[in-house]
């Protein structure tokens, strides 16, 4: 069967697909310019090559169609009869709220337009989205099945509702917990803070479930562009890490405006609630539908796995940014604040506006049934270490003074002096003591010698000076305590 792809009117390409909706070829390119970015070469729109053209697209649908690991999802299939995604999503033209692009069979080319189906300024079903999110009663093959839920991808459950003419996308949290939706508000929190673009999350509670509610980021004039999209054919370092210099040089090669910045921007973020999945398909970027001009990266959004997810505790207490995993340039948190270039906005980043988020983030979490007492003290407390973790290390990635030792710790090396006779420096004991308990305050003076090779009388006499001297002060027993860092 033969297809149309579209953008808003104007088609795009007709392509054919056999039985298993596997796509077989690209019978005719009607408009280059309006490609969708993820079927580009080398940055650019072409047609040159079919075959590439066919993967490229086929990938893009493919991207479109909800898992089938979604919760009830195979169910809600079986209540429709029908047969797959794909098939689903065609129900709907394969319409999204993310961007404008639409299909229509052969067939009916001419025949159906934008202005009649679109989601941005036509109804749509909610039954759908009702029946993934809270389970709600099964559906039958009469049910409609129209609707911008047939290709919202990702995991956790999700809908798209309407209020007052404005669609918000809803998200459910996951386990017992569901902590997702309030990592979502902890993260508009800190970006509101901060002054880093985002798309504000509220928080719904219903019969004590958590949902988070945010706006739709574009509307029907602007389109979002995922990462994955714009760097789809650069090859990946070590086969699975994005390669940051080459994200760079492809944002200024499309002339998309402030790309590193805001970028820069978002993995501060990360880096201080802990965001264990900022991949390529939680980072965009806007352009103009009509006017194919670039206007800048998307708000944040999606930051639901983040601050320790499904984490107990003590696990929390254990956790060290050497051990936290990142996304997408390297595979942990330190390794990704040392990689990147965050130099670049230390001078637009006042961290003292987060100087009484503690107690922000303790109000919001109190009344949380879900959440155990020590569990919320243990986020409020590993919030502050965060910040404060995030605000040293970009101190020193300003100053130069940012480097990993073999042992994998912190340390000071001014990495820009390359005159004759330098010589490399290394930390002393007094800065390897304090940039370990900066990452794990949980450790003790044995672990610390064992660690560092120093001596317990060592240890302890560096423990006194930095106390001495107003950085550290214990919390707790020698036993079960930490140290928390105080300068």
Not at 24 to 53: C, Q, W
Not at 279 to 296: A, C, P, Q, V, Y
Not at 301 to 306: E, F, L, N, R, V
Not at 383 to 412: F, H, N, S, V
Request: proline share 4%.
């Amino acid at each position: 069967m033969e297809y149309i792809l579209h953008k808003k009117n104007i088609p795009i390409l007709q392509y054919e697909e056999d039985d298993s909706n596997r796509i077989t070829g690209i019978k005719k390119v009607f408009n280059v310019a309006h490609m969708p970015p993820h079927l580009f070469t080398d940055g650019r729109a072409s047609s040159e090559n079919e075959y590439a053209l066919c993967q490229k697209l086929e990938d893009f649908f493919s991207n479109r169609i909800i898992p089938y690991t979604r919760k009830s999802f195979k169910e809600m299939l079986l209540e429709l009869e029908i047969h797959s995604g794909e098939e689903l999503a065609k129900k709907s033209f394969y319409l999204s709220l993310s961007d404008q692009y639409w299909v229509c069979p052969l067939s009916q080319f001419g025949k159906i337009w934008w202005e009649d189906i679109n989601f941005f300024t036509n109804e749509y079903d909610s039954a759908i989205g009702l029946r993934l999110v809270s389970g709600s009663k099964a559906l039958n093959k009469n049910s409609s099945s129209f609707s911008p839920d047939n290709t919202t991808g990702g995991e956790l459950p999700k809908r798209w509702i309407r209020k007052n003419g404005i669609n918000y996308l809803e998200k459910a949290g996951t386990g017992t917990e569901q902590q997702e939706p309030l990592n979502e508000v902890l993260a508009t929190e800190i970006c509101r803070r901060l002054n880093i673009t985002h798309i504000p999350y509220t928080l719904e509670i219903r019969d004590e479930n958590y949902f988070s509610l945010c706006p739709d980021i574009v509307d029907q004039n602007t389109e979002m562009v995922p990462l994955a999209s714009i760097y789809e054919d650069i090859p990946l370092k070590d086969g699975v890490k994005y390669d940051y210099e080459k994200l760079i040089l492809r944002c200024n090669e499309l002339g998309i405006p402030n790309a590193e910045t805001d970028l820069l921007k978002i993995f501060l973020l990360d880096f201080i609630i802990a965001n264990v999945d900022r991949h390529s398909f939680n980072i965009s970027f806007l352009r103009d539908s009509d006017s194919l001009e670039w206007l800048g990266v998307a708000p944040v959004y999606d930051s639901g796995k983040s601050m320790f997810l499904n984490k107990l505790d003590f696990e929390m207490d254990m956790t060290s940014s050497f051990r936290i995993e990142a996304k997408p340039f390297e595979q942990t948190q330190s390794a990704q604040f040392k990689l990147l270039p965050m130099e670049k906005i230390a001078h637009l980043i006042d961290f003292s506006s987060l100087k009484d988020i503690s107690k922000w983030y303790k109000d919001f979490l109190s009344p949380l049934r879900r959440l155990s007492p020590s569990k919320k003290e243990a986020l409020v407390k590993k919030l502050e270490e965060r910040i404060t973790e995030a605000k040293i290390l970009l101190q020193k990635k300003q100053e130069g003074k940012l480097y990993k030792t073999d042992d994998g710790l912190y340390g000071g090396l001014d990495i820009k002096e390359k005159a004759p006779g330098y010589k490399k420096h290394k930390p002393d004991s007094k800065e390897l003591v304090y940039i370990s308990l900066l990452q794990e305050p949980s450790l003790t003076k044995e672990m610390l010698s064992e660690r560092l090779g120093l001596s317990r009388a060592t240890i302890t006499r560096i423990l006194q000076k930095l106390k001495t001297e107003g950085k550290i002060k214990r919390v707790g027993a020698n036993k079960n305590g930490h140290w928390e860092i105080t300068g």
